[in-house]
């Protein structure tokens, strides 16, 4: 049965299968689907293979696991026979070499010594002059040969290491400060909010005690007020009546002229 | 999971580490597996091959000049392997099956099997990686020089031949 979607969303539903949409395209996506049955069969299609082929590859799992684990332990065998063959190699070749210098030394001497009147002092001063420097020379000579590129191979290798282990130690080095310095960025500003809260504690407080001292400050003015006027009344009370008992004509005439 | 770089753990394996070549081998296995059996669609034989490319990459650790690239190098290792093996598959009987056939172990996925053997290369491979490996879209898309966008169109493409295939 041929599948087609709307040649407008297959890309569209083929990248949703994958999660490469975004929510809000996902579901635009989805209302679409529930209205268009070529694009909904399309989809579903794919999911269906999507289990199947899941539910095969699950299948392998166990194989695959047992081939790694074969692996493992042919790469284990594997190792130890490598490296040291190729030194003993080396070394051989470094012992044929002085084995050899000591047959050329016992042929010289033989043939020497089976030539007629020739003394023993003589035979070593010959020696000692023309043939042991030579030989000396040319041992010399063939162990730095064989011993120069291991030596440069070892050079190189802790040039490697000694490069990847600062590599490494930089690396955690910078690790370690930048956790260091957010750790004290974090406790600065853990001090400054607390320094703050504090400060917003203490003024506010201080708010408090002014609203206090305000309120009991007005009451004080209005008491002190209330008292005055009182104060104020009865003096004026009192005024009057002396004055109306000193001039009590003047204070009726001044009455009949109001 | 270790967290060392595949450039650290490269080094590392040069100089004798076994332990870290046995990481990289765990990191890449499946991977590797599911490229070999993509190419080959031999179960037995792709595991052979990739055996065999992680062994081969450890003797010739020292040709790798850029230790960040083993994943691309381990794969080229067995790409050519592959292509090696099917070579050979066709002139002697040194692979178990012959060519293009699945593996008699298929059991109840025989027809599937059957049917992806027979997808075009280009839709194969990344449909059998991507399976085999866990959904890596990225990682497959480095290894093929494409992007990601394309291999998920091609996994889906693949899809659809096979239930095509599977239908008739």
């Known amino acids: ?258 | 999971m270790d967290e060392r770089s595949d450039q650290i753990l490269t080094a590392q394996s040069r100089q004798g580490d076994k332990t870290a070549y046995e990481q990289l081998v765990l990191r890449h296995y499946r991977h590797v597996l599911g490229l070999c059996y993509a190419i080959l669609m031999n179960f037995n034989d792709a595991q052979d091959v990739c055996q065999e490319t992680f062994l081969r990459g450890f003797e010739k650790l020292q040709d790798l000049r850029d230790d960040s690239l083993f994943a691309n190098w381990i794969h080229q290792i067995a790409r050519r392997m592959c292509v090696d093996g099917l070579r050979r598959r066709k002139k002697s009987q040194f692979f178990s099956t012959l060519n293009e056939q699945p593996c008699s172990s298929d059991g109840d996925y025989s027809d599937l099997t059957t049917a992806i053997a027979g997808l075009p290369d280009d839709y194969r491979i990344p449909l059998v990686m991507y399976y085999l490996d866990g959904h890596d879209e990225r990682a497959i898309a480095s290894h093929l020089g494409t992007s990601q966008s394309t291999v998920c169109r091609r996994i889906q493409t693949a899809k659809q031949l096979l239930y095509e295939r599977l239908s008739e």
Request: charged residues 25%; proline residues 3%.
């Open chain 1, 1 to 258: 049965m041929n599948i087609n979607p709307c040649p407008d969303h297959k890309t569209e539903i083929e990248a949703y299968c994958c999660g490469h949409l975004s929510p809000a395209q996902a579901a635009s996506l989805q209302e679409h689907l529930s209205g268009c049955s070529p694009c909904s069969r399309y989809y579903d299609m794919l999911i269906q293979q999507d289990k199947q082929l899941s539910a095969w590859a699950d299948s392998l799992d166990s194989r695959i696991q047992d081939g790694q684990n074969s692996l493992l332990q042919r790469l284990r065998e594997k190792e130890v026979s490598s490296a040291p063959l190729e030194r003993s190699l080396r070394y051989r070749y470094i012992w044929h070499t002085a084995a050899a210098a000591v047959l050329i030394a016992a042929g010289f001497f033989s043939a020497r010594l089976l030539q007629p009147a020739i003394s023993k002092e003589q035979l070593f001063a010959e020696w000692s002059q023309t043939i042991q420097p030579q030989m000396e020379q040319k041992l010399a000579e063939a162990v730095a040969r064989q011993l120069r590129p291991e030596l440069l191979q070892m050079r190189n290798d802790l040039a490697d290491k000694m490069t990847t282990q600062i590599s490494e130690s930089t690396a955690q080095s910078v690790a370690l400060s930048q956790a260091m310095n957010a750790k004290l960025i974090r406790e600065f500003a853990d001090a400054v909010q607390t320094v703050q809260s504090r400060d917003r504690q203490v003024v506010s407080d201080a708010l408090l005690r002014l609203e206090e001292k305000r309120l009991q400050d007005k009451k004080q003015t209005q008491k002190a007020v209330t008292s005055l006027a009182l104060a104020t009344g009865e003096e004026i009370a009192r005024t009057r009546r002396q004055l109306f008992e000193a001039s009590p004509v003047l204070f009726d005439s001044s009455n009949t002229n109001q």
